[in-house]
């Protein structure tokens, strides 16, 4: 063949790399359950930031004058047992449920993918150290872990974080150690070992960017699993002290009503759901973006 000549196959010529890149970015939008996930989680989201300007209620005062009040132009979803306004008390509550848990999956995070990496990467000793502590957590159910933890530490936000942080990093450390194990084996890790770049250097700038997507696609669940355990310890009182505005406690405190007025409970759970749902299928969405062979 010529220098001048084309292929056989015109169909099988890559696209150029100007063409090609754009094509990758346009991805994300053509995926319908991450753009589900977005929509969902944009709603929720904006829902519990906005509340001061959505509800001029305080979330705590009292009225015991319009107990158990079903909806009403005042009140949208009614008032509950002390007068609170239950249409914003489910916006803070949602508010403070949904940042306690994306911050009690930020420390988890950074702890098991530093001790996942160390793990993968070295081996040895410390590789058997790190994964038999993991195995020990993970031989033992998650919520009665988290649940006799705050027993000890005491009910509040500060031992949520603490319990959660003790227990789910081991998840991201078995994830990042089994992505490490394969990547330290290719061409581009013997290069930087060879070019004597140390370590750490390989790890954070070479290794890491290339393995943690699973972990970010993981965290996605995980802040749907904080959640339910950070509404489960409400639920049993060693959650967010009372009378802070929390799901759990509202389906709590509601349960004893659920025949005369379900919308204390009812609308808690719901938000509950919407969350998990949402979270779920942006996680979903993301595994198959970065999947191999999606365009």
Same mark, same amino acid.
Not at 120 to 133: K, Q
Not at 277 to 281: A, E, K, Q, V
């Given at each position: 063949m010529?220098?001048?000549? !084309?292929? /056989?196959?015109? /169909?099988t010529?890559?696209?150029?790399? /100007?063409?090609?890149?754009?094509?990758?970015?346009?991805?994300? =939008?053509?995926?319908?359950? *991450?753009?589900?996930?977005l929509v969902?989680?944009?709603? @929720?989201? !904006?829902?519990?930031?906005a509340?001061?300007?959505?509800?001029?209620y305080?979330?705590?005062a009292?009225n *015991?004058?319009?107990? *158990?009040?079903?909806?009403?132009?005042?009140?949208?979803? $009614?008032?509950d047992q002390?007068?609170?306004?239950v249409w914003?008390?489910?916006?803070?509550?949602?508010r +403070?449920? +949904?940042?306690?848990?994306c911050l009690?999956?930020l420390?988890? !995070?950074t702890?098991?993918?530093?001790l996942?990496?160390?793990a993968?990467?070295?081996?040895?000793?410390?590789?058997?150290? @790190?994964?038999?502590?993991v195995?020990?957590?993970?031989?033992f159910?998650f =919520?009665?872990? @988290?649940?006799a +933890?705050v027993?000890?530490l005491g009910?509040?936000?500060?031992?949520i974080?603490?319990?959660?942080?003790?227990?789910?990093w081991?998840s =991201?450390?078995?994830?990042i150690?089994? /992505?490490i194990?394969?990547?330290?084996?290719q061409?581009?890790?013997?290069a930087?070992?060879?070019g004597?770049l140390?370590?750490?250097?390989?790890?954070?700038?070479?290794?890491?960017?290339n393995v @943690?997507s699973?972990?970010i696609?993981y965290?996605?669940?995980?802040?749907?699993q904080d959640?339910l355990?950070?509404v489960?310890?409400? =639920?049993?009182?060693? $959650?967010?002290?009372?009378?802070?505005?929390?799901?759990?406690?509202?389906?709590s405190?509601?349960q004893? !009503?659920?025949s005369?007025?379900?919308?204390?409970t009812t609308f808690?759970?719901?938000?509950?759901v919407?969350v998990g749902?949402?979270?779920? *299928?942006i $996680?979903?969405?993301?595994?198959?973006?970065?999947?191999p062979?999606?365009?």
């Open positions: 010529s220098a001048l000549s !084309f292929p /056989e196959h015109p /169909e010529v890559l696209l150029p790399v /100007e063409h090609a890149a754009p094509r990758a970015r346009r991805r994300w =939008y053509r995926q319908p359950a *991450l753009m589900t996930g969902v989680m944009g709603i @929720i989201v !904006f829902l519990a930031v509340a001061p300007l959505i509800t001029s305080n979330p705590n009292q *015991l004058s319009q107990t *158990l009040q079903g909806p009403s132009a005042q009140h949208l979803l $009614g008032t002390l007068g609170r306004d914003t008390r489910l916006l803070y509550g949602l +403070l449920d +949904l940042s306690i848990a009690a999956v420390f988890p !995070f702890l098991g993918v530093i996942g990496c160390v993968g990467y070295f081996g040895g000793w410390t590789d058997t150290v @790190i994964m038999r502590v195995d020990v957590v993970f031989a159910p =919520y009665v872990l @988290i649940i +933890l027993f000890v009910p509040g936000i500060r031992s974080v603490v319990a959660i942080t003790l227990l789910g081991v =991201y450390a078995r994830i150690r089994g /992505e194990l394969v990547a330290k084996r061409d581009y890790v013997t930087a070992r060879s004597g140390t370590s750490p250097r390989i790890m954070g700038r070479h290794v890491l960017p @943690i699973q972990a696609i965290s996605m669940s995980d802040i749907v959640m355990a950070i489960t310890l409400s =639920y049993f009182g060693l $959650g967010v002290p009372p009378p802070t505005a929390d799901l759990g406690s509202m389906i405190d509601g004893n !009503f659920i005369t007025h379900w919308q204390l808690p759970g719901l938000a509950v919407a749902l949402g979270l779920s *299928l $996680g979903d969405g993301l595994a198959d973006l970065i999947r062979g999606q365009t």
